[in-house]
């Protein structure tokens, strides 16, 4: 292989032109006639067997040429992004420019690489500072949710349905006056205010009593799973069979000797409340200040990120939900069906998130470029030596699954987030006043969680989906 030239088209846009030379591709064209003869037919021999030069008189030898080059491309095309320089992040467009059996191939591939990123001032970067302190805020909602563990359920009367009312219905929906299928319900538990019904379904129970019957127009959304309901006005006719409320113990001394062997009076019981609460809250503020220096770091980065890199991150997203719910027992196709969503609707809830983990990995990987982090020899062996018991596999199994060149990715950006850690100023939520937020690149995408979002595990640029994939791999071969 020979790179030719390596020019950026536009942006994050890069076109490579390389060649294949005469005797590298003699031999893809041996391996394609190879694997071609045998679907070949040719008069006098037995499918198969025909010789080469046979097979080029009758057919020509361009019938190599396509298989030939699948042949030759790969090593070619590594060689060629290795020599520019350059990291792809989706497959190329490729186009042939020149080919002869006797002068090999010219090929020309355009392909999208990463982006270059620019980092503002990392080094004494402000960040929040999540407290660990147990509010007495945080000891009356464990107690608030205590009682909600021991309420008791009543049946309601003399009134109407409220939000936050358990009701028993039956019902049965109907689109321009005939029933759909899946629309009809019986003895159905709805907690109301929950939203686990079409929009404007629990709304139109409430204030409904026990006995009374009733409409529900309600009006599908556009991304509903079922695409022929989709934005269609339906009628759900039902009938109110039961109605009832949860009813929370009262918060005194009694209370107390009924949920807690040791504790004698409502106050004993708050003080073991905050005690336990405080390794969890400890817990908790440390991940949450991680997230607010990956935040930091990321409204530093400026970098305009290609689309397909977003779209791997959702496909990861997508496949790392998949396999929890079929952990859980659930068929993600099933899951789809049941919740009423399509797989691109799915896919959209993933996309800011997606977003965030993308621009988490760059900003550590820019990090650890301008302070030359990179991990030892020894850090590698010890990695192995951690993975391979979670993974059930010998560190010599867990080699062959993962290679080094992804470890050393993973323990380069982990050395960053370290070295961002150790030279941040870490200032009191209460001392931080909220300010606009510049945004510097395509969406900042830090704050908040949409529907479906993830928050990043303690360490999201050191997750990496093809790492899990083959050591799951690695502990099938055991």
């Known amino acids: 292989m020979s790179l030719i030239s390596s020019n950026k088209v536009e942006t994050n846009r890069v076109q490579l032109e390389f060649s294949v030379d005469a005797e590298s591709f003699g031999k893809a064209l041996d391996k394609a006639y190879k694997k071609m003869v045998k679907q070949l037919n040719v008069p006098g021999f037995r499918k198969g067997k025909a010789p080469r030069n046979m097979v080029e008189k009758m057919f020509g030898v361009e019938v190599l040429y396509d298989e030939a080059v699948n042949f030759a491309y790969p090593d070619a095309y590594l060689a060629a992004i290795k020599e520019a320089g350059i990291e792809p992040v989706a497959p190329a467009d490729v186009e042939i420019k020149e080919i002869g059996k006797d002068k090999g191939c010219v090929i020309v591939a355009t392909v999208t690489v990463k982006p270059e990123v620019t980092m503002g001032k990392y080094k004494g970067m402000k960040v929040v500072q999540v407290s660990e302190e147990v509010t007495d805020e945080d000891v009356a909602e464990e107690l608030k949710n205590v009682q909600k563990r021991n309420a008791r359920t009543i049946t309601v009367e003399g009134r109407g349905a409220q939000m936050g009312d358990m009701a028993v219905v039956d019902f049965e929906g109907f689109v321009d006056g005939v029933a759909f299928e899946g629309g009809k319900g019986t003895d159905v538990e709805i907690t109301l205010g929950e939203g686990r019904f079409i929009p404007g379904f629990e709304e139109g129970i409430v204030g409904k009593n026990v006995g009374e019957e009733f409409d529900i127009n309600v009006t599908f959304p556009g991304d509903y799973g079922e695409q022929s309901l989709a934005n269609k006005a339906a009628v759900f006719k039902s009938a109110l069979k039961e109605l009832k409320e949860k009813q929370l113990p009262e918060l005194d001394d009694e209370f107390v000797k009924d949920v807690d062997d040791e504790a004698e009076t409502l106050e004993e019981f708050k003080a073991k409340i905050k005690e336990r609460l405080a390794d969890s809250k400890k817990a908790e503020a440390k991940a949450e200040t991680e997230q607010n220096i990956y935040k930091a770091l990321v409204d530093l980065m400026t970098a305009e990120i290609p689309k397909e890199m977003v779209e791997r991150a959702v496909d990861q997203m997508v496949n790392e939900y998949a396999e929890r719910l079929y952990a859980q027992g659930m068929n993600f196709e099933t899951f789809l069906k049941y919740t009423g969503m399509t797989m691109d609707a799915m896919r959209a809830t993933f996309e800011v998130s997606a977003l965030y983990r993308v621009q988490v ?43 080094e060149e992804e470890v050393v990715d993973i323990l380069s950006r982990r050395k960053a987030f370290e070295f961002v850690k150790e030279n941040a100023k870490f200032v009191a939520e209460k001392e931080e006043k909220p300010a606009p937020k510049k945004r510097t690149t395509k969406k900042a995408a830090a704050e908040g969680e949409e529907a479906g979002e993830e928050k990043p595990a303690k360490k999201p640029a050191t997750r990496k989906r093809t790492t899990k994939k083959a050591a799951e791999e690695a502990t099938e071969e055991k």
């Open 361 to 403: 990995e760059l900003a550590l990987e820019a990090v650890c470029k301008a302070e030359g982090l990179a991990p030892t020899a020894e850090d590698i062996e010890e990695e192995y030596k951690t993975l391979a018991p979670m993974y059930g596999v010998s560190i010599e199994k867990l080699k062959q699954a993962i290679p």
